[in-house]
């Protein structure tokens, strides 16, 4: 049989299964009131209007629609759902599960959804913003498990107006389960700082907001061991002036005397290394093994690297009260980092940046290192560090060093993984799992990019780690690019 679905007040005649619900009618409650919705939306707002929208001024404007397109529809959306692939999509933003576009898909509820959002919709949020929204169709669904996220973007891409999610959360959804999606602050300067705005998933709930260069926002994390499902999009229209930005400063290189590193007494810097390190790591054996692995591999990780009472030492400072402050912007980083250490990880923080530590990884690595940064960081539950085009301009290759300070091996899965990616591709080429009293060494070359992943509510202990990148003589990079040249033209 056929059945009449109302979209925006027109009658469209679509051909489903007997018993199928037929299609959604666009709450009409909401084209009624878009003179309202559109005045607070375009003001920049807050409003609680009697339709049941509601608009929120801050930090950027975003609307949400109750009961968009009425219960019934949305369970035979659902039932339609459950039959596609979801394919995993992981990388240092996210980690969720997500259908292909939808815009092509035959079946009846979708394409019904997909003909009332890019008809009486799209018309609608014409009204409602002032944009001239053209026809484009961006349409997906996703599902997010426990301990999935989608972190801090802004959705910058060409032709993006306006971003859309359509909940299809069960009915008994808490803010317990996580899932929210989470609006960002921006500082002075544009970065985005802190989540001002939480908008709940609710069923049925059909929400938006306009793209912008401050419409920072991420999906929150699934708590529960429930399933998140949504459909989201975006509509199109004239590109925005893109704002650029320059990343604030953070730990930046320090020069190492070179007159001290080649001054140095030689029983001086032995006895000093043998304070801090293993002694298998001093001995001929173990140096030549740090050598040849680095060789070969370009990275090794070395376990029991700090001696027993060292490690036993910070770990028992690290279990004190310490003061941690967030690092950002959270486009970029979030974890946490101490101003002011107690004695022994200070020690140990100014041993790993010390002339004598420099001439140790040069004698290990065979590398002719010159500079150092980086520091002591703590990376809790929600806390990760994002790949980003800006940093990887700036970033020049490097030894990376990652000394973790944790009482046990960090399970795969709970997130706290180093993961090192080609900046193009981003596809991952090496993951360093966080284990206790191990020092791990990656020469980092051009065109890598590094990451921590996210840290997700599995994990059951915070992560403490020295992140150091020690550098070589910046002239060397001149040579490295042209060769990256001659071999782009082959």
Not at 48 to 65: I, K
Not at 82 to 95: A, E, I, K, M, S
Not at 258 to 286: H, M, N, V
Request: aromatic share 8%; hydrophobic share 40%.
């Amino acid at each position: 049989p056929q059945h009449a679905v109302t979209l925006g007040g027109a009658a469209k005649r679509v051909r489903t299964e007997a018993g199928a619900v037929a299609g959604p009618a666009f709450n009409a409650r909401y084209p009624a009131a878009v003179r309202e919705l559109g005045a607070a939306y375009m003001e920049g707002k807050d409003l609680q209007h009697a339709s049941g929208a509601v608009v929120r001024a801050a930090p950027f404007t975003s609307c949400v629609l109750p009961d968009a397109f009425g219960a019934p529809f949305i369970d035979q959306l659902q039932a339609e759902l459950d039959q596609l692939d979801f394919q995993l999509r992981d990388n240092d933003l996210y980690t969720f599960h997500q259908t292909k576009d939808l815009k092509t898909s035959p079946l009846p509820a979708i394409a019904a959804l997909r003909d009332v959002i890019y008809g009486p919709y799209l018309e609608f949020m014409r009204a409602l913003t002032g944009i001239p929204l053209n026809a484009t169709v961006d349409m997906f669904a996703a599902r997010y498990r426990q301990g999935d996220v989608l972190l801090c973007h802004d959705d910058e891409l060409e032709g993006r107006r306006i971003a859309y999610i359509l909940y299809l959360v069960p009915d008994d959804w808490t803010v317990k389960d996580g899932g929210g999606l989470d609006l960002f602050t921006v500082d002075a300067a544009g970065h985005p700082r802190d989540v001002q705005t939480s908008l709940h998933p609710r069923r049925g709930n059909l929400a938006f907001f306009s793209v912008s260069t401050v419409s920072f926002h991420q999906v929150a994390e699934v708590l529960s061991d429930r399933t998140r499902v949504s459909i989201s999009g975006w509509l199109h229209g004239p590109n925005i002036v893109r704002v650029p930005r320059t990343l604030p400063a953070f730990e930046p290189d320090t020069p190492v005397d070179a007159g001290a590193l080649a001054s140095l007494d030689q029983a001086k810097t032995i006895k000093l290394w043998s304070d801090w390190i293993s002694e298998r790591y001093l001995e001929a054996d173990g140096m030549v093994v740090i050598r040849t692995t680095m060789e070969l591999e370009s990275n090794i990780e070395l376990p029991g690297f700090l001696r027993k009472d060292v490690f036993d030492a910070v770990m028992a400072e690290l279990a004190g009260d310490l003061t941690w402050e967030m690092t950002y912007p959270a486009n970029v980083r979030h974890f946490r980092t101490c101003p002011a250490l107690p004695p022994k990880l200070a020690a140990l923080d100014a041993f790993l940046r010390s002339p004598e530590f420099l001439k140790y990884l040069c004698q290990a690595t065979q590398l002719d290192l010159v500079s150092q940064c980086g520091g002591l960081h703590r990376f809790e539950h929600g806390d990760y560090t994002l790949m980003h085009d800006g940093a990887a301009a700036a970033e020049r290759p490097g030894l990376d060093l990652g000394l973790y300070l944790i009482p046990k091996k960090m399970p795969e899965g709970h997130g706290g993984t180093t993961v090192y990616a080609d900046s193009g591709k981003r596809e991952p080429v090496l993951s360093v799992l966080p284990k206790p009293n191990t020092c791990a060494l990656v020469f980092r070359q051009h065109r890598t990019m590094r990451f921590v992943k996210f840290v997700n509510v599995r994990a059951r202990q915070a992560l403490h780690m020295f992140q150091l990148v020690y550098r070589e003589d910046p002239s060397a990079d001149g040579a490295d690019d042209a060769d990256d040249a001659d071999d782009a033209d082959d």
